[in-house]
């Protein structure tokens, strides 16, 4: 069964601190994205990779960073994370040929920054 | 005004009744279209998929594309409280970029 692990299900960390949101995924996708979610605002993409070391904003990049060493592996990072981006963190992942677009989403990742 | 709009809800209904739901896009682009089912606490599983127009049906659920109303609908017949979750629509067309809606959550009471 095809599967996008987000190790960190829950996390509280203080404004100012530094977040890494960890993502695997072991399809051999090419393509990998990461969201939140806010009541009301739905899903509005950060950051997306489509090769190993290759990154592309989203829509909401500021604050945020991304790191792809590796194929299977995708990190989020919040450098000084600030209240507003408390939220749920969504990872997936996609073949570069899936022609409709359809993503395989990881469990998410809770964040509460106090 | 978003490319694609869904009431969020909530939606409540009976066991057994069967459950509408939709989505409008402004988009005329827009040809692959998507319904994921997100329990919570939970990421999004996609439930189904529909290229340009038409019907699709699996199960219980049924995925409509009107194209030329730019409306899409999910149909849950005999609905169960199991089915209890957010359905959230999402659409790209060429580009790739996948564009969903706010997601309505249902509740189908026992």
Redesign the interface.
Same mark, same amino acid.
């Given at each position: 069964d095809v599967k996008v692990t987000q190790s960190s299900r829950y996390l509280v960390k203080r404004t100012g601190e530094k977040v890494f949101l960890e993502c695997v995924q072991d399809m051999d996708h090419e393509n990998m994205f990461w969201y939140r979610q806010d009541p009301g605002l739905g899903l509005r993409l950060i950051y997306f990779s489509y090769d190993v070391k290759m990154k592309e904003k989203g829509d909401i990049p500021e604050g945020y960073s991304v790191s792809r060493e590796k194929k299977e592996r995708f990190s989020l990072i919040l450098e000084s994370a600030s209240t507003n981006q408390t939220s749920m963190y969504l990872c997936a992942s996609k073949r570069t040929n899936s022609g409709a677009n359809v993503l395989t989403f990881g469990a998410g990742s809770r964040l509460t920054v106090l | 005004q978003k490319e694609v709009e869904?009431d &969020?809800g909530p939606l409540s209904v009976p066991e057994g009744a069967i459950v509408s739901l939709n989505c409008t896009y402004s988009n005329s682009a827009f040809q %692959?279209f998507?319904w %994921?089912r997100q329990y919570s606490? /939970? =990421? &999004?599983?996609?439930l189904m998929?529909t %290229?340009s127009s038409g019907n699709k049906e699996d199960g219980r659920f049924t995925a409509q594309v009107d194209k030329s109303s730019k409306y899409i609908s999910l149909f849950i017949r005999d609905s169960q409280p199991s089915d209890s979750a957010t359905y959230?629509c999402a659409m790209?067309g060429n580009t @790739? /970029?996948?564009i969903? @809606?706010? =997601?309505t959550t249902l509740q189908v009471k026992p």
């Open positions: - | 869904q &969020p %692959y998507m %994921y606490r /939970k =990421g &999004p599983e996609l998929y %290229y959230l790209s @790739g /970029k996948l969903f @809606g706010q =997601g």
